[in-house]
């Protein structure tokens, strides 16, 4: 479970990166790599609640396999010379519904564990090993843009050959899965939007992913309009993760020293007020900086959105409110993208700004909402 979280946190990105790559040596604006940002996160939107019921019946490996196979068809897409936007659509949706189908399947088999400890200490572990695949993502990037060559055809070569792998390991959680457990009434999404609370952990949390996904595709964007060479937008990006990776790490003792609520609306205000400072026209070092309180705050804020919501969901409906939780991530990576493209035709460091002020005024009414 844990090796199909890490390679899957490490081809998309990977992937993703490559698509704006691409899709700046194609000549496309900033406003369009946005565009090709939402095309991401449209199918899943609409399926992620669908993928959540059928986790809930059936468990999560035929998921798995079926988003490993599609996540290797979005990148096999992005080795071909193609650079048009329809093409690059096309790859965008094939890896957002891939990725979507695993994490839909992972978080099944942890949502099938009986009891609770064991449930968050998994929750800790998988969200470490996603963290560990975003690191190696901007690596590779600063690894192959050193190597030369024609650097988003070679980042996706990279990217195909890792989704083979994961179809491998794919097939060997859908042998492991767990076993469906019947569900005679499934629980409807309006008794789970009722539980206190969670609909605003699920927003909040949704945000800070809208965030992390913003940073990833857009920075390369802002990098190179403010000069900044692809090598060292990878060792920026490798930061970003590796702060995420050492946020989850410590989430357990740092969830126990200050409480779960705490700990993730408090993550949500630093992740707000970092991102907006990339709004600056700061250099390389001072981005890092910036990126890298953001990906502590991002590590602590996701891991506990997801914690809260399997600790609040019905028994019986796990799966189907983490899908709701997905279906919600995935309307804010559409539409965020979309909105930030209006204001990237104006000036791109805006994009960072709005957004990180909408981040950090739902941090503070998280927190005064659990006072």
């Not at 899943?44 to 798995?64: C, E, K, Q, V």
């Not at 050492?246 to 707000?272: D, E, F, I, K, P």
């Not at 993208?337 to 104006?346: D, N």
Request: aromatic share 4%; glycine share 10%.
């Amino acid at each position: 479970m844990l090796a199909v979280a890490f390679l899957a946190q490490l081809i998309v990105p990977l992937a993703r990166i490559a698509t704006s790559y691409r899709a700046t040596e194609g000549g496309l604006s900033p406003a369009q790599v946005l565009v090709l940002s939402s095309a991401f996160a449209l199918l899943p939107a609409f399926l992620a609640i669908s993928m959540g019921r059928h986790n809930d019946r059936r468990g999560g490996g035929t998921a798995a396999i079926a988003g490993a196979v599609l996540m290797a068809g979005g990148c096999i897409a992005m080795t071909l010379p193609i650079a048009n936007m329809f093409w690059l659509i096309i790859a965008s949706a094939l890896l957002g519904m891939g990725q979507t189908l695993q994490l839909t399947a992972l978080q099944a088999e942890i949502g099938a564990l009986r009891l609770q400890a064991h449930r968050e200490r998994m929750v800790g572990g998988l969200m470490l090993w996603q963290a560990v695949g975003q690191v190696g993502a901007p690596l590779m990037l600063s690894i192959v843009a050193l190597a030369g060559g024609e650097l988003s055809r070679n980042l996706a070569l990279v990217a195909a050959g890792l989704a083979v792998a994961g179809a491998v390991t794919s097939l060997l959680l859908y042998r492991n899965a767990a076993l469906p457990r019947p569900v005679e009434t499934p629980a409807s999404l309006r008794s789970i939007i009722r539980v206190p609370g969670l609909p605003w952990i699920i927003v909040g949390g949704s945000l800070c992913v809208a965030v992390q996904d913003l940073t990833l595709v857009y920075l390369p964007v802002v990098g190179n309009a403010r000069d900044v060479p692809p090598p060292v937008i990878g060792l920026v990006l490798t930061l970003f993760a590796a702060a995420q990776m050492l946020a989850r790490a410590v989430y357990a003792r740092a969830s126990q020293r200050w409480g779960q609520n705490v700990l993730m609306w408090g993550s949500v205000l630093g992740t707000g007020l970092a991102t907006a400072a990339l709004a600056l026209p700061l250099g390389a070092v001072a981005i890092a900086v910036a990126l890298s309180i953001s990906g502590v705050c991002l590590g602590f804020a996701i891991t506990a959105s997801v914690a809260l919501t399997m600790r609040l969901a019905p028994p019986d409906a796990r799966s189907t409110s983490l899908g709701l939780r997905l279906a919600i991530n995935r309307v804010g990576q559409f539409s965020i993208p979309l909105i930030a493209g209006l204001i990237a035709t104006a000036q791109a460091g805006a994009v960072f700004l709005l957004l990180g002020l909408a981040v950090a005024g739902t941090g503070v009414a998280g927190l005064r909402q659990k006072r």
